[in-house]
């Protein structure tokens, strides 16, 4: 039996978020509706109604400031400069606040109309993302979601979700329990070890935190999202943003290639001291970082080059048509 269960009627997701007047109003005045925008959107108004929100109960249960590096001092963005996670930040805080500005007449007029008590101000907002960032869950991340694909079905297709009670697990690298979505859209929580086993988390003394695993998560996503790192985080590794080098043309098959092979400019390069074995570049990495490196600034590199295709994501080297992926890891 789980050790917690939670009704589908208590998970928030887009689609519950949707049903709000304001919310759908908000949204009107934004290009980007992401599941993340649509709840950040709710927890800022239903915590704005305060006593009157259905849902205060749970408002009341979250943290009234955030920890993520949205939130970071002065002192800690200046230390961060010229890095990944600096530029995610500021980029971040960009975007909120454009959205902001095009949705807060909106919340201006919803205030004043409905006499709310709580600010419904750019800082609010900055610290409803937060509690996005840092509390929902995929639901596609559960335990069982590669046997059970319809999972999200119970949620009109939301992925996104923030689980009351469930949010209130911390994390560990070495979990007592799991959760898993049930076929009625319920969040449910169960022991890793049987509760009825000799070691079970119901029968040790002295008690011990019920913990899940929140993912393998490199350090960079760790302090973006939560404001903190594991003590020993195997999983660690360096976002590394490859710029794409070539004239203007083959910059433009490069990213076909990109869009086809679904790649990014972004690799992740991992720490060679991990201990879990994982050191090396994965093979998607590696076709980015190939494209990336591949040049035609010099006369040797042009006449090695032959002609670019800007019909077809290929070009051709002495003759031999690099049009797949594997041809391209053998470019020298």
Same mark, same amino acid.
């Given at each position: 039996? %789980?050790?917690?269960?939670?009704?589908?009627?208590?998970?928030?997701?887009?689609?519950?978020?949707?049903?709000?007047?304001?919310?759908?109003?908000?949204?009107?005045?934004?290009?980007?509706?992401?599941?993340?925008?649509?709840?950040?959107?709710?927890?800022?108004?239903?915590?704005?109604?305060?006593?009157?929100?259905?849902?205060?109960?749970?408002?009341?249960?979250?943290?009234?400031?955030?920890?993520?590096?949205?939130?970071?001092?002065?002192?800690?963005?200046?230390?961060?400069?010229?890095?990944?996670?600096?530029?995610?930040?500021?980029?971040?805080?960009?975007?909120?606040?454009?959205?902001?500005?095009?949705?807060?007449?909106?919340?201006?007029?919803?205030?004043?109309?409905?006499?709310?008590?709580?600010?419904?101000?750019?800082?609010?907002?900055?610290?409803?993302?937060?509690?996005?960032?840092?509390?929902?869950?995929?639901?596609?991340?559960?335990?069982?979601?590669?046997? *059970?694909?319809?999972?999200?079905?119970?949620?009109?297709?939301?992925?996104?979700?923030?689980? %009351?009670?469930?949010?209130?697990? *911390?994390?560990?690298?070495? %979990?007592?329990?799991?959760?898993?979505?049930?076929?009625?859209?319920?969040?449910?929580?169960?022991?890793?070890?049987?509760?009825?086993? /000799?070691?079970?988390?119901?029968?040790?003394?002295?008690?011990?935190?019920?913990?899940?695993?929140?993912?393998?998560?490199? *350090?960079? /996503?760790?302090?973006? /999202?939560?404001?903190?790192?594991?003590?020993?985080?195997?999983?660690?590794?360096?976002?590394?943003?490859?710029?794409?080098?070539?004239?203007?043309?083959?910059?433009?098959?490069?990213?076909?290639?990109?869009?086809?092979?679904?790649?990014?400019?972004?690799?992740?390069?991992?720490?060679?001291?991990?201990?879990?074995?994982?050191?090396?570049?994965?093979?998607?990495?590696?076709?980015?970082?190939?494209?990336?490196?591949?040049?035609?600034?010099?006369?040797?590199?042009?006449?090695?080059?032959?002609?670019?295709?800007?019909?077809?994501?290929?070009?051709?080297?002495?003759?031999?048509?690099?049009?797949?992926?594997?041809?391209?890891?053998?470019?020298?």
């Amino acid at each position: 039996s %789980p050790l917690v269960y939670v009704p589908a009627s208590l998970i928030i997701t887009a689609a519950v978020s949707r049903q709000s007047e304001v919310v759908r109003a908000c949204l009107s005045c934004v290009d980007e509706t992401s599941e993340a925008l649509q709840l950040a959107l709710f927890v800022l108004t239903e915590r704005a109604d305060g006593a009157a929100s259905t849902w205060h109960w749970y408002l009341e249960s979250l943290p009234t400031s955030g920890t993520g590096a949205l939130f970071f001092d002065d002192a800690a963005l200046e230390a961060l400069s010229g890095t990944p996670l600096r530029m995610a930040v500021d980029a971040k805080q960009r975007q909120l606040r454009a959205q902001f500005d095009a949705f807060s007449g909106v919340l201006d007029e919803w205030k004043a109309a409905n006499g709310t008590p709580g600010p419904v101000d750019y800082e609010a907002y900055r610290w409803a993302t937060f509690i996005v960032l840092s509390r929902s869950i995929s639901l596609q991340s559960c335990h069982d979601f590669a046997e *059970n694909k319809d999972l999200l079905a119970a949620h009109s297709g939301c992925d996104r979700a923030l689980v %009351p009670l469930l949010d209130m697990l *911390n994390h560990s690298s070495d %979990p007592l329990a799991h959760w898993t979505v049930g076929a009625d859209g319920a969040v449910s929580v169960f022991a890793n070890v049987p509760t009825d086993s /000799e070691n079970s988390v119901m029968t040790r003394s002295p008690a011990v935190e019920l913990c899940f695993s929140y993912g393998d998560k490199p *350090n960079t /996503e760790w302090l973006y /999202e939560y404001g903190f790192v594991p003590e020993r985080n195997e999983h660690d590794s360096w976002p590394y943003f490859s710029p794409l080098s070539g004239s203007p043309p083959f910059v433009a098959v490069k990213r076909m290639w990109m869009v086809e092979l679904g790649l990014t400019p972004r690799v992740m390069l991992s720490d060679p001291g991990a201990s879990n074995g994982s050191y090396g570049i994965p093979r998607p990495d590696m076709l980015s970082l190939c494209l990336a490196a591949l040049d035609d600034t010099s006369d040797a590199f042009l006449r090695q080059i032959g002609i670019i295709s800007l019909v077809h994501p290929c070009f051709m080297i002495d003759g031999l048509l690099v049009d797949d992926d594997d041809k391209l890891l053998q470019v020298p």
